[in-house]
């Protein structure tokens, strides 16, 4: 059986979207309980293709999406970098 590598997550964009040549960086943060308090996650993302277009075009800072796509966990200087490849979002 293959491996899944598979997410999906709902927040709120904590900046306006980043456009780039055929990509868009952005990053959402999500409030989730730990059984005391609230604490915020922050996820940095990238999207690519056409759907980097309704990304710019329609959400701004603020803004609930929901992503669904793939995270990829970096090390680098000792320190662990988290992006998610996002495949679907919805506004």
């Not at 980097?52 to 959400?59: D, K, S, T, V």
Request: glycine share 6%.
């Amino acid at each position: 059986m293959a491996d899944i590598n598979n997410i999906t997550l709902s927040g709120r964009l904590t900046k306006d979207p980043e456009p780039g040549n055929n990509f868009t960086k952005f990053s959402i943060a999500q409030d989730v309980w730990n059984g005391k308090e609230s604490v915020t996650q922050y996820f940095n993302c990238i999207i690519f293709g056409k759907r980097c277009n309704f990304l710019n075009e329609y959400c701004k800072k603020g803004d609930k999406v929901m992503i669904n796509g793939e995270i990829e966990i970096k090390l680098y200087n000792e320190k662990y970098y988290t992006t998610v490849k996002v495949l679907n979002l919805v506004k």
